[in-house]
């Protein structure tokens, strides 16, 4: 299809309402939130990667004791992953909705797929987590650990697949009318990027490594793991994550000699700052590689950095895809809408931010202690503060609900 008609198609599908405030916010709070997600999306395939091929050495104590604790890794990070997925999502289909929903719908059957292999896979793999305790651990367990990871491998991809999809549209007439038929079975998967879904595999690698690094510094004042173990996952870490370091350049390199030519990815700005950020990263790791202890928490905060270059570069490349129809996030027609915008606001700062840092907070210190944990005063008061914002937020979503129901039935 040619750019024109390509473009017509894209700003018909815009939801013709439009949005409810700026759309930079939109895009900003777009690239920001995916960040935690990725993040989980590392650390969990990371952790589960790890907590199989530990397992199968678990006759050593250390690989025991370490399979264990990134299975448990891996449960949690699943979930946290999931719910960290939802705000990206909502914004990427206020701003990109021609894109996200033609994507979902050309492959709507790896979509609804997407969410019973994430349920079968996670299910496989607390069933993992359950049995997987003590060096007696029936062997058979590995097949179910293997299984839940494959899915979340599978869930991945497809949700690269409903990314990269999106930056495609002027092929979509031409995927939804295969040989002039129209398709409506949402069966296929129409294209796919090897380089870039490896790239996040790759940045798997190096986020679990640094995580590892940081877990045996975080564990050093718990009397119930040894300085020999934590010393064990710091070196494990620190190899691992010079490995994924060293294989994200060499996918980043193959990615972006794989983007069609027009991208002009070379020449822009954001490709190098993410290329010199790799390769002072990947020193990081390797000048830390024979100390690692205590680098922990600077190197995990660097990954962070890390990925948070990912995730402006990623924007970028879809400015750039976009670029030729003509469709501009900021072209957005905009309906302000200044009550709703306030409560979201208030929502992200006042609930997300209060209710977030009371959880980390706890889970942070409680993690620190050996058997029951006893909150102190910060604690306390930052789970007040969070309840407080709770009930507020209900008070006020459901007050300006019934004054605005009162004002048009009054
Ligand atoms: C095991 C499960 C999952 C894995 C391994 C995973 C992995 C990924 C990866 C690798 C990407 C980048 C794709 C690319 O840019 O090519 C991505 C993007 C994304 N993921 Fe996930 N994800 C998972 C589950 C979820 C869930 C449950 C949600 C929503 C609730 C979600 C929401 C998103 C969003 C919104 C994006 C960005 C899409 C875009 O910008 O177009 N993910 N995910």
Redesign the pocket.
């Given at each position: 299809m040619d750019a024109a008609t390509t473009q017509a198609m894209l700003h018909t599908l815009q939801d013709p309402t439009g949005i409810p405030s700026h759309p930079l916010i939109f895009q900003v709070l777009m690239v920001l939130t995916?960040v935690p997600?990725?993040l989980f999306?590392n650390i969990s395939?990371g952790a589960a990667l790890m907590g199989l091929y530990a397992f199968t050495r678990r006759h050593d104590p250390h690989w025991q004791l370490l399979s264990e604790a990134t299975t448990k890794v891996a449960k949690v990070g699943?979930s946290l992953?999931?719910v960290l997925?939802?705000a990206?999502?909502l914004f990427?289909q206020t701003i990109?909705d021609p894109q996200?929903y033609t994507s979902n719908l050309l492959s709507a059957a790896w979509v609804i797929g997407f969410i019973f292999t994430?349920t079968i896979g996670y299910l496989a793999w607390f069933s993992f987590y359950l049995k997987n305790h003590g060096d007696h651990a029936p062997g058979w367990i590995f097949w179910l650990g293997a299984f839940g990871l494959a899915m979340?491998?599978l869930?991945?991809f497809i949700?690269?697949i409903?990314?990269?999809q999106?930056l495609h549209p002027e092929q979509w007439v031409a995927w939804y009318t295969p040989g002039g038929q129209v398709d409506m079975s949402g069966a296929r998967i129409h294209t796919y990027e090897l380089p870039?879904?490896g790239f996040?595999m790759a940045m798997s690698v190096t986020v679990f490594g640094a995580f590892l690094i940081a877990y045996g510094d975080y564990f050093k004042v718990r009397a119930d793991r040894t300085p020999a173990y934590l010393a064990f996952a710091r070196g494990l870490g620190s190899k691992i994550a010079l490995i994924g370091a060293g294989l994200q350049i060499i996918l980043f390199l193959w990615w972006l000699a794989d983007l069609p030519v027009d991208i002009h990815a070379w020449t822009h700005p954001m490709t190098w700052l993410l290329l010199i950020y790799l390769a002072v990263l990947t020193a990081a790791f390797w000048f830390t590689r024979t100390h690692p202890d205590g680098q922990g928490y600077k190197l995990l905060t660097l990954s962070v950095g890390m990925a948070g270059l990912v995730a402006i570069f990623?924007e970028v490349l879809r400015m750039a895809y976009m670029a030729p129809f003509n469709y501009n996030v900021l072209d957005y027609k905009v309906h302000w809408d200044v009550p709703s915008f306030a409560l979201f606001l208030f929502t992200i700062v006042g609930v997300g931010g209060l209710m977030g840092g009371f959880i980390i907070t706890l889970v942070y210190k409680a993690g620190r202690v050996q058997g029951p944990y006893q909150a102190d005063s910060t604690v306390a008061r930052l789970g007040m503060g969070s309840l407080a914002a709770t009930i507020t937020w209900v008070a006020a979503f459901m007050g300006v609900g019934i004054w605005i129901w009162l004002r048009n039935n009054g």
């Open positions: 995916w997600h990725i999306v395939l699943v992953l999931v997925g939802v990206p999502l990427t990109y996200w994430l979340f491998l869930d991945g949700m690269h409903l990314a990269y999106g870039r879904f996040f990623r």
